[in-house]
Nanobody
């Protein structure tokens, strides 16, 4: 599995915005689906948004309308634009990539084989 590197996390106030980025440290098949997950202290990992090679997307209901996932296929870079941030969005955010050319784009962590180390997002009220 390829190593993924996230960036763009930080601390913002309620209503603010952040843009997360994720890039592979080595070769990553541009056809694989990718996703963002998050994990708050004491809670399980939650699927936030996913995208396949055709640009089809899925979002958790808690972020729909506020977050936008996108990808730049030439460099296999994944993005997550987060607007109207809320304190409950505070978590470590992880980038993930699936394997093979399956076009599924789920929010199930079991469908993803490569993961990053995470970037912290903190939203204060």
């Amino acid at each position: 599995q390829v190593q993924l590197v996230e960036s763009g996390g930080g601390s913002v106030q309620t209503g603010g915005s952040l843009r997360l980025s994720c890039a592979p440290s080595g070769y990553l098949n541009s056809k694989v689906s990718m996703a963002w997950f998050r994990q708050a202290p004491g809670e399980g990992r939650e699927g936030v948004a996913s995208i396949n090679r055709y640009g089809n997307t899925a979002y958790a209901s808690s972020v729909k309308g506020r977050f936008t996932i996108s990808r730049e296929n030439v460099r296999n870079t994944l993005f997550l634009q987060m607007d109207s941030l809320r304190p409950e969005d505070t978590a470590m955010y992880y980038c993930a990539a699936a394997t093979g050319s399956n076009t599924r784009y789920t929010l199930d962590s079991a469908d993803y084989a490569s993961w990053g180390q995470g970037t912290q997002v903190t939203v204060s009220s």
